[in-house]
């Protein structure tokens, strides 16, 4: 069965520091996708980042970066130089080729929330 | 710029009074999707549209029921709703691309049942 585990409930860092968020899922299939998605208190679920299961690449965005690793089943998020406004709840989702055709079904985790002190 | 809207962003409705929570979004996204997310839970799929086809999952209770009338618009209807039901309603829209696709949220209705 596909599930997505975020042991982190909640996670403090003073501004500036680096932070990892984890992310470990399962899944039976071969041709998945997995995302990042960031929820500030607003509520809107805002799109980071996809992966898809055949490109273990590991990817830079400004301060954002992510490492998949297939081996453990892991795709971690980091933050590095934490601002105040990376304060949210930040959610992995895991997507399987095989729901069905053309629409796609997310599976979220948990979710971590993220708390930047100034 | 290209969006999905809800509203309204916070709903109040009594126990068992029908209640009715809309969608709109300018993407002109094949597919529609309601999300429920009780507090400090991940988000779970009731429902979506793909074009017209109806697709429920298979744990969503019968009080829940959707409408699409046009591209643009979808509606989440809760029959009667109870206090379980209170929760923060996301609607989200992607393309066709099946798996691939990221969805695109809209910033949720919170429900307070009374």
């Known amino acids: 069965a596909q599930k997505v585990t975020q042991a982190q409930t909640e996670i403090s860092v003073v501004e500036k520091e680096d932070v990892t968020l984890d992310c470990v899922y399962e899944?039976?299939?071969?041709?998945?996708?997995l995302f990042w998605y960031k929820q500030p208190p607003s509520g809107e679920l805002v799109f980071l980042i996809r992966?898809?299961?055949?490109?273990?690449q590991n990817e830079i965005s400004g301060r954002y970066s992510w490492n998949f690793q297939k081996s453990t089943s892991s795709f971690n998020f980091t933050i590095t130089a934490s601002q105040v406004v990376d304060s949210a709840v930040y959610f992995c989702?895991?997507?399987?080729?095989?729901?069905?055709?053309?629409?796609?079904?997310?599976?979220f985790g948990t979710g971590t929330l993220l708390a930047v002190q100034p | 710029d290209a969006m999905v809207i809800q509203n309204p962003r916070y709903q109040v409705t009594q126990f068992g009074k029908p209640v009715t929570l809309s969608c709109s979004q300018t993407?002109?996204?094949?597919?529609m999707y309601w999300y429920q997310q009780k507090s400090s839970q991940a988000p779970k799929l009731l429902f979506h549209y793909y074009d017209k086809d109806f697709n429920n999952e298979a744990d969503t209770p019968d009080n829940f029921q959707s409408r699409r009338p046009n591209t643009s618009f979808c509606f989440l209807d809760i029959r009667s709703p109870g206090l379980g039901d209170a929760a923060m309603y996301l609607c989200?829209?992607?393309?066709?691309?099946?798996?691939?696709?990221?969805?695109?949220f809209g910033p949720g209705t919170r429900l307070t049942v009374l």
């Open positions: 992966r898809n299961s055949f490109d273990e």
């Open positions: 993407l002109n996204h094949n597919v």
């Open positions: 899944t039976r299939d071969t041709t998945y996708y």
């Open positions: 989200a829209t992607s393309g066709a691309g099946g798996s691939y696709n990221e969805q695109f």
């Open positions: 989702a895991l997507s399987e080729a095989n729901y069905g055709g053309a629409t796609n079904k997310l599976i």
